[in-house]
């Protein structure tokens, strides 16, 4: 990229950062310090507001720099995404979000803590909330890495891992002193800005082929070099049984991770009801499926103007698409348009990253300082203020994703939010859909969901081509591959399933029925929610 494309491009990010850190402060000046504030900005947003905020918290690097990569590379096969995202909203509408309002209070583990014995079963939604956290964290620290890299022309490592550590340390500086109501702004304005950037981008590309969306998906594919097969099934998940199964696997955890995913849990609690919950996600449903909707149009258009060989010479993974399409459309590497463009584009999805890096923060350190340290604490020690608990864990958290940051700077973003999903969907979805619907569910099955879809997604995911044995994996000179499926959700989703039936059914435990009464009216009702 030429200087004058640094430049503008750094300035932008620039005014982002400013503007974000203004906010923080302002609201750092106005909050009161408790738990209520930090973890759920009080309960004082509407609606249309959360779910902005909501939209914001989901729209993330993986979506605005991975997909449309992922589409711009393998056509039709990159599509599984975009639908997988959106379909997934359904299942947190009608499943979830109202009732996930009226049983909690801040966590996951609150809900599944209101009819069980506290301490293990807070002690094993914790450890799968921040294992979750962490791995969309990663996601979303190779996708700073990715742009800074792009910015520069691709030189030097050294930048790349600037950016990491620079969004690591703001992450924790959004959370530490703003808490959620700085965060929930924070997402709304970045809501706001890359709905706006992918709408001028979308009507860009179609001006280009003068609406003609037969012409545009054709010329992809011509240039694609694939032909015909470009616009069909099985580029990427056809050669064999193990690519096709990988591919339903992938389509499970997208459509059933969204329900488990703690930072998009912790936000029905900003509202004060539960039927706001469920309005806000209606407005959610709104804005990501036309954004959705948008990736499509950005992937086939990338495909077409830019050319995947372009694409992948720049970024293997495909995570410059969307700003190499920018610079394209704008009128090319040495054009005013094209330098705007471009910079807008960069500066937006930049902001894109540090949105949903503190909204992940928030809620991981959540589970940290009120589920972990609440249930670890030794009996008669001096209990500390859970808000500072949680600042010193935002701190630690972002250690731990800026060093696997680093460590997987070569994958693809949105392949890295697969992963998220299917842990999400292994471990958190069993145990809060057992613990909202089924009446016998005890304390055993609860902590034998957790870690029964836990430990398996992440030892799959250990042992798969992600980590070692082929050239794309993060570890491509070593070799202990022993599952060949990239994804873990077709094996560790059913596990979390039996494992939670299994504790169950083994257990000693009389389930109680009364409890289970007092969380089916609450959760139907909202009589006695917080």
Partial sequence: MTDEHQRLALLLFGVFVAVTLAITT??????????????AGGRLFTPMENGFAIAGDYMSAASFLGISGLIALFGYDGLLYSVGFLVAWLVVLFLVAELVRNCGRFTLADVVAARMRERPVRIAAGTSS???????????????GTLVALLLGGEGEAARAWAVIGVGALMVIYVSMGGMR???????????????GAVALTVLVLLRFHGDVDQLLLTAAERSGHGNAFLAPGLKYGDDWTARLDFISLGLALVLGTAG???????????PTARAARRSVVWAIGLIGGFYLMTIVLGFGAAAIVGPEAVRGSNAAGNTAVPLLALDLGGGADSTGGTVLFAVVAAIAFATILAVVAGITLSSSAAVAHDLYAAL???GAKPRSEVAVARVAAVGIGVVAIGLGLLARDLNVAFLVGLAFAVAASANLPVLLYSLFWRDFTTRGAVWAVYGGLIPAVALVVLS???SGSPESLFPEADFQYFSLRNPGLVSIPLGFVAGWLGTVTSAEAPDAAKHAETEVRSLTGAGAV
């Fill in 26 to 39: 302002w609201v750092s000046r106005r909050r009161r310090g408790s738990a209520e504030e930090f973890y």
């Fill in 130 to 144: 921040v294992t979750v956290s962490v791995l969309y964290l990663v996601a979303q620290m190779v996708g700073a």
């Fill in 182 to 196: 700085a965060t929930t702004w924070i997402q709304i304005v970045k809501s706001v800005l890359l709905f706006g």
């Fill in 261 to 271: 995913l703690p930072h998009i849990l912790s936000r029905f609690y900003t509202v």
């Fill in 377 to 379: 604490r030794r009996r």
């Fill in 465 to 467: 081509p992600v980590v």
